[in-house]
């Protein structure tokens, strides 16, 4: 599973890293620690803190602060769910405040690699969402 430094967590979740700092040692987000001592966050365990963040009031962040918002139409994140069906799959991933779902062929992210935990940008086109792992 892909682990995530405080700095890397902070840019998934829109926040600053110190924020990031502070959750960690509230221990409000999991973290533990690598062989150089530096504090990780598992995949999984910061995909589902993303939710939990987002799910708080709409528009408001932990300090009261204005919401990110993408002027291109780009929003990196990370994956929160990922559901295959035979021939069709469903992709959500959570980029800040924004929960964003992607219906794509189960081909293409079988060919992704998109599993829960992982970093993914969402690419939005008129009514098209299209997934670029990163």
Avoid: C
């Amino acid at each position: 599973m892909q682990n995530y430094t405080i700095g890397q967590a902070a840019r998934l979740l829109g926040v600053s890293p110190d924020t990031a700092r502070r959750w960690a040692d509230a221990e409000r987000m999991r973290t533990h620690r690598d062989e150089s001592g530096r504090r990780l966050i598992d995949g999984r365990d910061l995909a589902a803190f993303s939710v939990e963040l987002a799910q708080q009031l709409p528009g408001q962040t932990e300090e009261g602060e204005e919401p990110h918002t993408s002027v291109r139409n780009s929003f990196p994140g990370i994956v929160t769910a990922v559901k295959l069906g035979d021939i069709a799959a469903q992709v959500e991933i959570q980029a800040g405040p924004h929960r964003l779902v992607s219906l794509l062929t189960r081909e293409a992210v079988e060919e992704l690699g998109l599993e829960v935990g992982m970093r993914a940008t969402a690419r939005v086109k008129s009514t098209s969402v299209h997934v670029d792992r990163t």
